[in-house]
């Protein structure tokens, strides 16, 4: 029987999330794993415990039983761009600041590492949508998101003019700063500071933000998950950008149409126990919940 493998994907600029990724190795190794790392981060890594380096791209992961996370969200959406090729879940260990998508904070990591080499975990499938735009007929980029695709200005002292359009017919025009079309996984991310609602990850559907819209009617929608969702630079309009999770961008003339659709391959979370969404919630913004009092008795 073949070794288990996991790929470790770290967070290395800082000293302790190395000695942290030092000791994650150290029990893997123990319980008879094969590691990789990516090659841009050995360097900052223990080379003993990490004897197989791989190049960052849609190979790194294939093979492995999961990609394992020391890091925030940004270093989990680093690591889902190498886990979604190769169809495998992602496990994230919080070393940054909220870690909404994160399964594990910090002191609860001999737990995680423990849980994966028990193999007593679940994976939860999240929502992916598929981005492409274009321009004049030509394709500008095909691409994909977890949380969110972007239509923004590029120039801080300008509005782009947006056209946004469902399943072929457009239903609002504004000048903006931007359009975010969200999962309900990335509801809590940047579609969350741009005032749109918290959307439960198993709710069916997308949503349409606007980002400081110029206009009296420009609030969020929340659209099937079957659902075309277009957004048009008009010709007149100042140039933008489009942006997917925060790392990949193109830049959009105007005149350039961005389409999001439901994305063909979701991205497996790694759960270590069961729990609802609302206490995640609670726990991630400490909301104010003190006074309540459950449900009365049967």
């Not at 080379?47 to 790194?60: I, K, L, S």
């Amino acid at each position: 029987m073949s070794a288990r493998e996991v790929l470790l994907v770290v967070h290395t600029g800082r000293e302790d999330n190395q000695r942290t990724a030092f000791e994650v190795a150290r029990r893997f190794t123990e319980a008879g794993f094969r590691l990789r790392v990516l090659a841009e981060e050995a360097p900052d890594l223990d080379h003993a415990w990490y004897p197989n380096t791989v190049e960052a791209g849609p190979y790194a992961a294939v093979g492995t039983e999961l990609v394992f996370v020391l890091g925030g969200d940004g270093t989990l959406l680093r690591a889902a761009e190498l886990a979604r090729p190769a169809r495998v879940p992602v496990l994230g260990v919080n070393f940054g600041r909220v870690g909404f998508l994160a399964e594990a904070d910090s002191e609860h990591l001999a737990e995680a590492v423990q849980a994966v080499i028990d193999g007593d975990y679940q994976v939860e499938e999240r929502m992916t949508i598929d981005v492409r735009a274009t321009w004049n007929g030509a394709v500008l980029t095909e691409t994909w998101a977890l949380n969110e695709a972007s239509v923004e200005k590029n120039s801080p002292e300008r509005v782009i003019d947006a056209v946004i359009e469902v399943d072929g017919r457009p239903v609002l025009a504004f000048g903006c700063d931007g359009v975010l079309c969200a999962t309900p996984t990335g509801s809590t991310a940047y579609a969350f500071s741009a005032g749109g609602p918290v959307v439960w990850p198993q709710v069916p559907a997308m949503l349409v933000v606007p980002s400081n819209a110029h206009a009296l009617f420009a609030k969020t929608m929340v659209v099937a998950r079957d659902s075309v969702v277009a957004v048009e630079v008009t010709p007149d309009s100042h140039p933008a950008v489009l942006c997917c999770d925060g790392r990949r961008t193109v830049e959009l003339p105007p005149g350039a149409r961005v389409e999001v659709v439901e994305g063909e391959c979701p991205i497996g979370l790694v759960r270590l126990r069961p729990g609802r969404f609302s206490e995640r919630l609670i726990r991630k913004f400490d909301l104010p919940v003190q006074g309540w009092r459950g449900p009365p008795p049967a």
